[in-house]
């Protein structure tokens, strides 16, 4: 079956650094996505990465490795308004997209 | 008005009320998609609309049934609804259904409640 799985919850310091992982198993790979989704609010798109290597975007980047099956999400110089859950999510062979339960970021003071 | 905008945001109905969502696009997207999102659950793609014919109905139970008028508005029409089924559901909007970088739109959605 095809399968994301991403930290259900992570906690981190304002002003800090944080990196979200996201490792799937997929039937084939068209891209990977994140999206960031405040309580309440609607999900938001931050990155999408289709080849090997880091896409940086101001304070956060994102990292896929198509070998390991592997993403992540940094987050630098936190700030409390990053709170939010994080979700990550593959598009197949078949143009399904597939989400990870997503990951709620918490930071603290 | 631009972005995705699903009405209600809340609502709360009885397992026999016959209740609609209603989502609107205004970015001239061409695929509309319906999804069910569960605390701590991946979100479920429930249905999909490419240039208004359906194209995907992910094993919804029938209680659900979507409605796609035109290109710009999506329903979800509920009845007789079942308890498990109280969640947030989510519009989203698309350029194309399949391309690599098809990034989604999303409402706010409308939080359900089924007492």
């Known amino acids: 079956g095809q399968n994301i799985d991403q930290p259900t919850e992570m906690t981190a310091t304002e002003g800090a650094i944080v990196q979200i992982n996201c490792t799937y198993q997929?039937?084939?790979?068209?891209?990977l996505f994140w999206y960031q989704q405040h309580a309440g609010e609607a999900p938001t798109f931050l990155s999408y990465n289709v080849l090997d290597g880091l896409e940086e975007k101001g304070r956060f980047s994102s990292f896929l490795s198509r070998s390991k099956g592997y993403s992540y999400l940094l987050l630098k110089e936190l700030q409390m308004k990053d709170s939010a859950s994080y979700l990550c999510a593959v598009m197949d062979s078949n143009y399904q997209l597939i989400w990870g339960a997503g990951t709620k970021l918490i930071i603290k003071p | 008005e631009t972005g995705v905008t699903q009405t209600p945001r809340h609502l709360v109905m009885g397992m026999t009320n016959k209740k609609s969502l209603k989502c609107e696009q205004h970015l001239g997207h061409n695929a509309m998609y319906w999804y069910k999102q569960s605390a701590k659950k991946p979100l479920e793609l429930m249905f999909v609309y490419n240039f208004k014919e359906q194209t995907e109905n992910n094993s919804v139970p029938s209680r659900f049934s979507p409605e796609c008028p035109n290109s710009s508005h999506l329903f979800l029409h509920l009845h007789t609804l079942q308890p498990e089924d109280s969640a947030l559901y989510l519009c989203?909007?698309?350029?194309?259904?399949?391309?690599?970088?098809?990034?989604?739109?999303f409402g706010a959605g409308s939080r359900l409640t089924v007492l």
């Open positions: 989203a909007s698309s350029q194309h259904r399949e391309s690599g970088a098809n990034v989604l739109t």
């Open positions: 997929t039937s084939g790979f068209n891209g």
